[in-house]
C-alpha cells in the first residue's frame, strides 16, 4: 500500500474520470500531473484538457460510459 504522502508521480500517469475541468482535481495532483493522459467524462462544461478527451455529453453519468 502507498499512502498518499509518499506517492510521487516518476513512471506513473494520471487518468481523469468525471472531472470535467483541470482545477476540479486539485493543486496537488495538477501540480504531479499538469496534462492528464486521458479525460472520461459525461459534463457538457468539460475543457478536453488532457492528451486523449473521451466526453459523451448524451450520457448520464461517466459510468455509463465506462
Known amino acids: 500500500m502507498t499512502r498518499a504522502s509518499e506517492f510521487t508521480p516518476n513512471g506513473h500517469v494520471a487518468v481523469c474520470v468525471d472531472c470535467a475541468d483541470d482545477r476540479r482535481y486539485g493543486n496537488r495532483l495538477g501540480l ?20 486523449r478527451n473521451l466526453v459523451e455529453s448524451h450520457s448520464a453519468a461517466t459510468g455509463e460510459i465506462l
Open 32 to 51: 504531479a500531473f499538469p496534462k492528464p493522459v486521458g479525460n472520461i467524462d459525461h459534463h457538457v462544461s468539460n475543457t478536453n484538457y488532457a492528451a
